[in-house]
Protein backbone atom coordinates (compact mmCIF):
# COMPACT_ATOMS: atom_id res chain seq x y z
CA UNK A 1 0.00 0.00 0.00
CA UNK A 2 1.15 3.49 -1.11
CA UNK A 3 0.35 5.26 1.94
CA UNK A 4 1.58 8.72 0.12
CA UNK A 5 -0.31 8.39 -2.76
CA UNK A 6 -3.54 7.72 -0.39
CA UNK A 7 -2.88 10.15 1.84
CA UNK A 8 -2.41 12.72 -1.15
CA UNK A 9 -5.55 11.48 -2.93
CA UNK A 10 -7.35 11.67 0.22
CA UNK A 11 -6.22 15.29 0.53
CA UNK A 12 -7.32 16.24 -3.09
CA UNK A 13 -10.76 15.77 -1.57
CA UNK A 14 -10.22 17.47 1.14
CA UNK A 15 -10.92 14.41 3.18
CA UNK A 16 -15.03 15.02 2.52
CA UNK A 17 -17.22 12.32 3.60
CA UNK A 18 -19.20 12.73 0.60
CA UNK A 19 -16.56 12.35 -1.44
CA UNK A 20 -15.98 9.42 -0.49
CA UNK A 21 -17.17 7.61 -4.10
CA UNK A 22 -14.62 9.74 -5.64
CA UNK A 23 -12.07 8.88 -3.51
CA UNK A 24 -12.60 5.09 -3.71
CA UNK A 25 -12.28 5.36 -7.20
CA UNK A 26 -8.92 7.36 -7.40
CA UNK A 27 -7.56 4.45 -5.05
CA UNK A 28 -8.66 1.48 -7.59
CA UNK A 29 -7.00 3.09 -10.22
CA UNK A 30 -3.98 3.61 -8.18
CA UNK A 31 -3.90 0.35 -6.55
CA UNK A 32 -5.78 -2.10 -9.64
CA UNK A 33 -8.63 -2.82 -6.67
CA UNK A 34 -9.54 -1.98 -3.32
CA UNK A 35 -7.47 -4.29 -0.85
CA UNK A 36 -9.35 -4.48 2.82
CA UNK A 37 -5.90 -3.22 4.60
CA UNK A 38 -6.46 0.16 2.36
CA UNK A 39 -9.99 0.63 2.76
CA UNK A 40 -9.05 -0.01 7.04
CA UNK A 41 -6.70 2.86 6.07
CA UNK A 42 -8.85 4.65 4.60
CA UNK A 43 -11.21 4.33 7.26
CA UNK A 44 -8.90 5.17 10.01
CA UNK A 45 -7.47 8.15 7.79
CA UNK A 46 -11.01 9.73 7.34
CA UNK A 47 -12.30 9.17 10.22
CA UNK A 48 -15.30 7.44 8.48
CA UNK A 49 -16.95 4.42 9.46
CA UNK A 50 -15.45 1.26 7.63
CA UNK A 51 -19.11 -0.53 7.62
CA UNK A 52 -20.33 2.62 5.68
CA UNK A 53 -17.18 2.03 3.09
CA UNK A 54 -17.95 -1.54 2.99
CA UNK A 55 -21.35 -0.95 2.39
CA UNK A 56 -20.62 1.02 -0.47
CA UNK A 57 -17.43 -0.88 -2.22
CA UNK A 58 -20.25 -4.00 -2.41
CA UNK A 59 -23.11 -1.64 -3.40
CA UNK A 60 -21.11 -0.58 -6.94
CA UNK A 61 -19.94 -3.23 -9.32
CA UNK A 62 -17.66 -0.96 -10.70
CA UNK A 63 -15.51 -1.39 -6.85
CA UNK A 64 -13.80 -4.60 -6.92
CA UNK A 65 -12.70 -5.78 -3.31
CA UNK A 66 -10.36 -8.79 -5.29
CA UNK A 67 -7.45 -8.57 -7.08
CA UNK A 68 -8.18 -7.40 -11.45
CA UNK A 69 -6.11 -8.51 -14.30
CA UNK A 70 -3.98 -5.89 -15.75
CA UNK A 71 -6.72 -5.35 -18.64
CA UNK A 72 -10.66 -5.97 -17.59
CA UNK A 73 -12.50 -7.32 -20.01
CA UNK A 74 -16.51 -6.42 -19.85
CA UNK A 75 -19.28 -8.61 -21.53
CA UNK A 76 -22.02 -6.17 -22.30
CA UNK A 77 -25.24 -8.42 -21.07
CA UNK A 78 -27.77 -5.99 -22.33
CA UNK A 79 -30.69 -7.01 -24.13
CA UNK A 80 -29.36 -6.52 -27.78
CA UNK A 81 -25.87 -8.65 -26.68
CA UNK A 82 -27.57 -10.89 -25.24
CA UNK A 83 -30.00 -11.88 -28.15
CA UNK A 84 -26.40 -11.49 -30.33
CA UNK A 85 -24.83 -14.27 -28.31
CA UNK A 86 -23.41 -12.22 -25.04
CA UNK A 87 -23.92 -16.28 -23.27
CA UNK A 88 -21.63 -18.23 -25.66
CA UNK A 89 -19.14 -15.52 -26.02
CA UNK A 90 -18.84 -15.96 -21.62
CA UNK A 91 -18.50 -19.04 -21.91
CA UNK A 92 -15.82 -19.26 -24.82
CA UNK A 93 -13.64 -16.67 -22.18
CA UNK A 94 -13.99 -18.75 -19.25
CA UNK A 95 -12.78 -21.80 -21.39
CA UNK A 96 -9.67 -19.87 -23.00
CA UNK A 97 -8.49 -18.23 -19.78
CA UNK A 98 -9.79 -20.81 -17.44
CA UNK A 99 -10.99 -18.09 -15.06
CA UNK A 100 -14.49 -17.40 -13.43
CA UNK A 101 -16.18 -14.09 -13.48
CA UNK A 102 -14.75 -11.40 -11.36
CA UNK A 103 -11.19 -13.91 -10.84
CA UNK A 104 -7.90 -13.10 -12.58
CA UNK A 105 -5.72 -15.23 -14.47
CA UNK A 106 -2.99 -16.65 -13.09
CA UNK A 107 -1.10 -13.79 -14.76
CA UNK A 108 -2.85 -11.43 -13.49
CA UNK A 109 -3.10 -10.62 -17.06
CA UNK A 110 -7.01 -10.39 -17.26
CA UNK A 111 -10.05 -10.98 -15.69
CA UNK A 112 -13.73 -10.58 -16.65
CA UNK A 113 -16.51 -9.24 -15.72
CA UNK A 114 -20.56 -8.74 -17.01
CA UNK A 115 -22.38 -5.53 -17.52
CA UNK A 116 -25.56 -4.41 -17.78
CA UNK A 117 -25.38 -2.43 -20.73
CA UNK A 118 -22.49 -0.59 -22.35
CA UNK A 119 -24.66 1.80 -24.17
CA UNK A 120 -23.43 0.66 -27.67
CA UNK A 121 -26.48 -1.36 -28.57
CA UNK A 122 -26.15 -0.93 -32.77
CA UNK A 123 -22.26 -2.80 -32.50
CA UNK A 124 -23.89 -6.34 -30.43
CA UNK A 125 -22.34 -8.26 -29.13
CA UNK A 126 -20.32 -5.87 -27.81
CA UNK A 127 -16.85 -7.21 -25.82
CA UNK A 128 -15.05 -4.36 -23.60
CA UNK A 129 -11.11 -4.76 -23.15
CA UNK A 130 -10.14 -1.83 -20.79
CA UNK A 131 -11.74 1.66 -22.86
CA UNK A 132 -11.49 -0.41 -26.03
CA UNK A 133 -15.08 -1.74 -27.49
CA UNK A 134 -14.70 -4.93 -29.87
CA UNK A 135 -18.21 -4.79 -32.01
CA UNK A 136 -20.21 -7.65 -32.90
CA UNK A 137 -18.24 -10.58 -31.29
CA UNK A 138 -19.17 -14.13 -31.73
CA UNK A 139 -17.25 -16.72 -29.89
CA UNK A 140 -14.69 -17.43 -32.85
CA UNK A 141 -12.77 -13.95 -32.38
CA UNK A 142 -12.44 -14.17 -28.86
CA UNK A 143 -9.14 -16.19 -28.93
CA UNK A 144 -8.25 -13.37 -31.63
CA UNK A 145 -8.93 -10.49 -29.80
CA UNK A 146 -7.23 -11.49 -26.46
CA UNK A 147 -4.08 -12.40 -28.36
CA UNK A 148 -3.84 -9.22 -28.98
CA UNK A 149 -3.15 -7.67 -25.70
CA UNK A 150 -0.66 -10.77 -24.80
CA UNK A 151 1.31 -10.14 -27.71
CA UNK A 152 0.76 -5.96 -26.74
CA UNK A 153 2.60 -7.12 -23.38
CA UNK A 154 5.39 -9.62 -24.68
CA UNK A 155 7.05 -6.21 -26.38
CA UNK B 1 -47.70 26.05 13.94
CA UNK B 2 -50.39 23.26 13.83
CA UNK B 3 -51.54 22.21 10.31
CA UNK B 4 -54.89 20.36 10.22
CA UNK B 5 -54.73 16.99 8.03
CA UNK B 6 -57.32 14.82 6.71
CA UNK B 7 -57.45 10.80 7.25
CA UNK B 8 -59.86 9.02 6.23
CA UNK B 9 -62.90 11.54 6.76
CA UNK B 10 -61.01 12.48 10.16
CA UNK B 11 -59.67 15.73 11.16
CA UNK B 12 -55.91 15.21 13.11
CA UNK B 13 -54.05 18.67 13.94
CA UNK B 14 -49.93 17.83 13.28
CA UNK B 15 -47.08 19.80 13.28
CA UNK B 16 -46.00 20.83 9.62
CA UNK B 17 -44.02 17.74 8.75
CA UNK B 18 -44.93 15.31 10.92
CA UNK B 19 -44.66 12.04 9.41
CA UNK B 20 -48.51 11.25 8.17
CA UNK B 21 -48.28 7.70 10.12
CA UNK B 22 -47.83 9.31 13.29
CA UNK B 23 -50.86 11.71 11.95
CA UNK B 24 -52.71 8.35 11.63
CA UNK B 25 -51.96 7.38 15.04
CA UNK B 26 -52.94 10.08 16.49
CA UNK B 27 -56.05 9.19 15.55
CA UNK B 28 -56.50 6.12 15.99
CA UNK B 29 -55.76 4.83 12.71
CA UNK B 30 -53.75 1.55 12.03
CA UNK B 31 -51.68 1.65 9.53
CA UNK B 32 -49.51 -1.56 9.57
CA UNK B 33 -45.35 -1.38 9.79
CA UNK B 34 -42.76 -3.29 9.99
CA UNK B 35 -39.36 -1.29 9.85
CA UNK B 36 -40.36 1.93 11.59
CA UNK B 37 -39.52 2.47 15.36
CA UNK B 38 -40.10 5.53 17.39
CA UNK B 39 -36.53 5.66 17.93
CA UNK B 40 -35.05 5.84 14.65
CA UNK B 41 -35.27 8.02 11.35
CA UNK B 42 -38.17 6.65 9.08
CA UNK B 43 -36.58 4.52 6.85
CA UNK B 44 -39.02 3.68 3.81
CA UNK B 45 -37.24 -0.03 3.08
CA UNK B 46 -40.96 -2.62 4.35
CA UNK B 47 -44.02 -0.60 1.96
CA UNK B 48 -45.90 -1.92 4.48
CA UNK B 49 -47.68 1.54 5.65
CA UNK B 50 -48.32 2.49 2.03
CA UNK B 51 -51.48 5.10 1.84
CA UNK B 52 -53.03 6.70 -0.84
CA UNK B 53 -52.60 10.56 -0.60
CA UNK B 54 -54.55 13.30 -2.55
CA UNK B 55 -52.25 16.59 -3.09
CA UNK B 56 -52.89 19.41 -5.34
CA UNK B 57 -55.95 17.54 -7.17
CA UNK B 58 -53.13 14.42 -7.76
CA UNK B 59 -53.54 11.12 -6.03
CA UNK B 60 -50.44 9.27 -5.14
CA UNK B 61 -49.41 5.83 -3.32
CA UNK B 62 -46.90 6.85 -0.60
CA UNK B 63 -45.31 5.38 2.50
CA UNK B 64 -46.72 7.04 5.40
CA UNK B 65 -43.62 6.29 8.00
CA UNK B 66 -41.57 9.02 5.95
CA UNK B 67 -44.20 11.11 4.02
CA UNK B 68 -44.42 15.00 5.58
CA UNK B 69 -47.90 16.07 6.52
CA UNK B 70 -49.04 19.51 4.28
CA UNK B 71 -51.20 21.98 4.98
CA UNK B 72 -54.67 21.06 2.40
CA UNK B 73 -53.58 16.91 2.05
CA UNK B 74 -55.84 13.85 2.50
CA UNK B 75 -54.74 10.84 3.19
CA UNK B 76 -56.66 7.86 2.51
CA UNK B 77 -55.19 4.01 4.31
CA UNK B 78 -57.72 1.54 3.63
CA UNK B 79 -58.74 2.02 -0.40
CA UNK B 80 -58.57 -0.91 -2.55
CA UNK B 81 -54.78 -0.22 -4.32
CA UNK B 82 -53.67 0.00 -0.53
CA UNK B 83 -55.10 -3.15 0.43
CA UNK B 84 -53.60 -4.73 -2.73
CA UNK B 85 -50.50 -3.85 -2.34
CA UNK B 86 -50.30 -4.82 0.84
CA UNK B 87 -51.23 -8.28 0.62
CA UNK B 88 -48.79 -9.07 -1.92
CA UNK B 89 -45.84 -7.87 0.34
CA UNK B 90 -47.59 -9.84 3.34
CA UNK B 91 -47.45 -12.55 1.27
CA UNK B 92 -44.20 -11.78 0.32
CA UNK B 93 -43.14 -11.75 4.21
CA UNK B 94 -44.78 -14.63 5.18
CA UNK B 95 -43.04 -16.86 2.11
CA UNK B 96 -39.62 -15.81 3.48
CA UNK B 97 -40.07 -16.30 7.37
CA UNK B 98 -43.74 -18.21 7.54
CA UNK B 99 -42.75 -18.65 11.58
CA UNK B 100 -42.14 -15.22 12.76
CA UNK B 101 -44.83 -13.81 15.12
CA UNK B 102 -44.88 -10.26 13.85
CA UNK B 103 -45.53 -11.44 10.64
CA UNK B 104 -48.38 -14.29 11.03
CA UNK B 105 -49.99 -11.43 13.37
CA UNK B 106 -49.42 -8.76 10.23
CA UNK B 107 -50.71 -11.83 7.98
CA UNK B 108 -53.88 -12.36 10.29
CA UNK B 109 -55.23 -9.22 10.55
CA UNK B 110 -55.12 -8.77 6.58
CA UNK B 111 -57.13 -11.91 6.87
CA UNK B 112 -54.45 -13.91 5.01
CA UNK B 113 -53.57 -17.36 6.23
CA UNK B 114 -51.06 -18.76 3.84
CA UNK B 115 -49.00 -17.67 1.39
CA UNK B 116 -49.43 -19.21 -1.89
CA UNK B 117 -45.93 -18.32 -2.87
CA UNK B 118 -43.23 -21.09 -2.64
CA UNK B 119 -42.07 -21.03 0.96
CA UNK B 120 -38.10 -20.32 1.41
CA UNK B 121 -36.91 -20.44 4.91
CA UNK B 122 -39.06 -20.51 8.36
CA UNK B 123 -37.17 -17.14 9.36
CA UNK B 124 -35.04 -15.22 7.13
CA UNK B 125 -33.76 -11.35 7.29
CA UNK B 126 -35.81 -9.22 5.67
CA UNK B 127 -33.57 -6.67 4.79
CA UNK B 128 -35.62 -4.17 7.06
CA UNK B 129 -32.69 -2.32 8.28
CA UNK B 130 -33.64 -2.01 12.10
CA UNK B 131 -30.43 -3.65 13.66
CA UNK B 132 -28.33 -1.94 11.09
CA UNK B 133 -30.31 1.47 11.91
CA UNK B 134 -30.35 0.83 15.58
CA UNK B 135 -26.15 0.00 16.06
CA UNK B 136 -25.51 3.23 14.38
CA UNK B 137 -28.46 5.68 15.40
CA UNK B 138 -28.54 4.26 18.83
CA UNK B 139 -25.71 2.33 20.40
CA UNK B 140 -23.64 4.72 17.80
CA UNK B 141 -21.26 2.02 17.11
CA UNK B 142 -21.87 1.04 13.30
CA UNK B 143 -20.60 -2.42 13.62
CA UNK B 144 -23.13 -4.29 11.10
CA UNK B 145 -24.21 -3.00 7.62
CA UNK B 146 -26.36 -3.86 4.55
CA UNK B 147 -23.78 -5.07 1.72
CA UNK B 148 -24.17 -5.56 -1.91
CA UNK B 149 -27.28 -5.41 -3.67
CA UNK B 150 -30.67 -7.04 -5.30
CA UNK B 151 -30.94 -10.35 -4.29
CA UNK B 152 -27.31 -10.28 -2.88
CA UNK B 153 -28.04 -7.44 -0.06
CA UNK B 154 -27.22 -8.93 3.66
CA UNK B 155 -26.92 -7.86 7.00
CA UNK B 156 -22.92 -8.01 7.79
CA UNK B 157 -19.85 -6.89 9.15
CA UNK B 158 -17.38 -4.97 6.81
CA UNK B 159 -15.52 -8.11 5.47
CA UNK B 160 -17.71 -10.94 7.01
CA UNK B 161 -14.95 -11.34 9.72
CA UNK B 162 -15.79 -10.35 13.56
CA UNK B 163 -15.93 -6.53 14.03
CA UNK B 164 -13.60 -4.81 15.92
CA UNK B 165 -16.33 -2.19 17.00
CA UNK B 166 -19.05 -4.31 17.82
CA UNK B 167 -19.55 -4.66 22.03
CA UNK B 168 -21.66 -7.10 21.72
CA UNK B 169 -24.79 -5.29 23.79
CA UNK B 170 -26.70 -7.26 21.53
CA UNK B 171 -29.72 -4.49 20.48
CA UNK B 172 -29.20 -5.94 17.37
CA UNK B 173 -30.77 -9.11 18.69
CA UNK B 174 -33.42 -7.01 20.46
CA UNK B 175 -34.68 -5.24 17.47
CA UNK B 176 -34.85 -8.00 14.87
CA UNK B 177 -38.41 -8.90 14.45
CA UNK B 178 -37.73 -11.89 12.38
CA UNK B 179 -34.72 -13.26 15.29
CA UNK B 180 -32.41 -14.16 12.47
CA UNK B 181 -29.55 -12.47 15.20
CA UNK B 182 -29.09 -14.37 17.56
CA UNK B 183 -27.13 -14.45 20.77
CA UNK B 184 -26.91 -18.14 21.80
CA UNK B 185 -24.84 -19.78 24.63
CA UNK B 186 -21.54 -20.77 22.92
CA UNK B 187 -20.22 -24.60 23.64
CA UNK B 188 -18.19 -23.36 26.71
CA UNK B 189 -20.93 -22.99 29.69
CA UNK B 190 -21.52 -19.48 30.36
CA UNK B 191 -20.38 -18.04 27.15
CA UNK B 192 -21.92 -16.80 24.62
CA UNK B 193 -21.98 -15.60 20.98
CA UNK B 194 -23.55 -14.14 18.47
CA UNK B 195 -24.92 -15.26 15.19
CA UNK B 196 -25.95 -13.35 11.90
CA UNK B 197 -27.83 -15.33 9.08
CA UNK B 198 -24.82 -17.46 7.77
CA UNK B 199 -21.99 -15.85 9.95
CA UNK B 200 -20.90 -16.04 13.31
CA UNK B 201 -19.66 -13.25 15.11
CA UNK B 202 -16.71 -13.60 18.36
CA UNK B 203 -16.10 -9.91 18.02
CA UNK B 204 -15.64 -10.07 22.17
CA UNK B 205 -13.01 -11.44 23.86
CA UNK B 206 -14.47 -11.98 26.41
CA UNK B 207 -17.45 -13.75 25.21
CA UNK B 208 -19.92 -11.01 26.27
CA UNK B 209 -19.51 -11.63 29.85
CA UNK B 210 -19.94 -7.87 30.61
CA UNK B 211 -20.60 -8.90 34.35
CA UNK B 212 -16.38 -10.03 34.63
CA UNK B 213 -15.45 -7.94 32.03
CA UNK B 214 -12.04 -5.25 33.06
CA UNK B 215 -13.73 -2.91 31.07
CA UNK B 216 -16.75 -3.05 32.43
CA UNK B 217 -15.32 -2.99 36.28
CA UNK B 218 -13.65 -0.11 35.71
CA UNK B 219 -16.90 1.65 34.15
CA UNK B 220 -18.90 0.47 37.11
CA UNK B 221 -16.49 2.18 39.62
CA UNK B 222 -16.24 5.18 37.75
CA UNK B 223 -19.96 5.27 37.48
CA UNK B 224 -20.07 4.83 41.11
CA UNK B 225 -17.51 7.30 41.95
CA UNK B 226 -19.49 9.81 39.83
CA UNK B 227 -22.89 8.90 41.93
CA UNK B 228 -21.20 9.24 44.93
CA UNK B 229 -20.01 12.33 44.11
CA UNK B 230 -23.57 13.20 42.92
CA UNK B 231 -25.19 12.43 45.90
CA UNK B 232 -22.74 14.25 47.78
CA UNK B 233 -23.19 17.31 46.46
CA UNK B 234 -26.91 16.95 46.47
CA UNK B 235 -27.11 16.69 50.13
CA UNK B 236 -24.95 19.75 50.80
CA UNK B 237 -27.09 21.56 48.71
CA UNK B 238 -30.47 20.28 50.67
CA UNK B 239 -29.04 21.44 53.92
CA UNK B 240 -27.61 24.48 53.05
CA UNK B 241 -31.73 24.91 51.65
CA UNK B 242 -33.26 23.91 55.27
S1 LIG C 1 -24.37 -6.25 19.42
FE1 LIG C 1 -22.80 -5.27 18.12
S2 LIG C 1 -23.75 -5.22 16.10
FE2 LIG C 1 -25.41 -5.57 17.55
S3 LIG C 1 -26.21 -3.51 18.02
FE3 LIG C 1 -24.67 -4.01 19.59
S4 LIG C 1 -22.76 -3.12 18.81
FE4 LIG C 1 -24.19 -3.23 17.07
S1 LIG D 1 -31.31 -8.93 10.58
FE1 LIG D 1 -33.37 -8.57 11.38
S2 LIG D 1 -33.41 -6.40 11.95
FE2 LIG D 1 -31.63 -6.70 10.62
S3 LIG D 1 -32.41 -6.20 8.57
FE3 LIG D 1 -32.62 -8.42 8.82
S4 LIG D 1 -34.72 -8.71 9.60
FE4 LIG D 1 -34.23 -6.53 9.86
S1 LIG E 1 -42.90 1.39 7.96
FE1 LIG E 1 -42.94 2.71 6.26
S2 LIG E 1 -41.84 1.58 4.79
FE2 LIG E 1 -41.66 0.32 6.53
Do not use: W
Not at chain 1, 40 to 63: G, H, S, V, W
Amino acid sequence: MDKAAIDSIIEKYESKHENIIAILQDVQTLENYLPEETLRYIARKMELCLTRIFDITTFYKAFSLVPRGRHVIKVCCGTACHLGGSVSNIDQIKRTLRIKEGEPTEDRMFSFETVNCLGACALAPVVAVDDEYHEAVDAGKIEKILSTYEQEEDK
Amino acid sequence: MKIPIIIDNKMVKVDRGTPVLLAARKADIFIPTLCYHELLEPYGACRLCIVEVVQNRQRRLVTSCNYPAEPGMEVFTDTDPVRKIRKVLVELLLARCSEVPVVQKLARRMGIETSELKKKETKECVLCGLCVRFCEEVVSVSAIGLSNRGIEREVTTPFKTASDTCIGCGSCSYICPTGCIEMVPDKTPGMREMHMGKLTLEPCTNHYQCENCSTDQQFLNNLKKEVTRFRDTFSRFRNQES
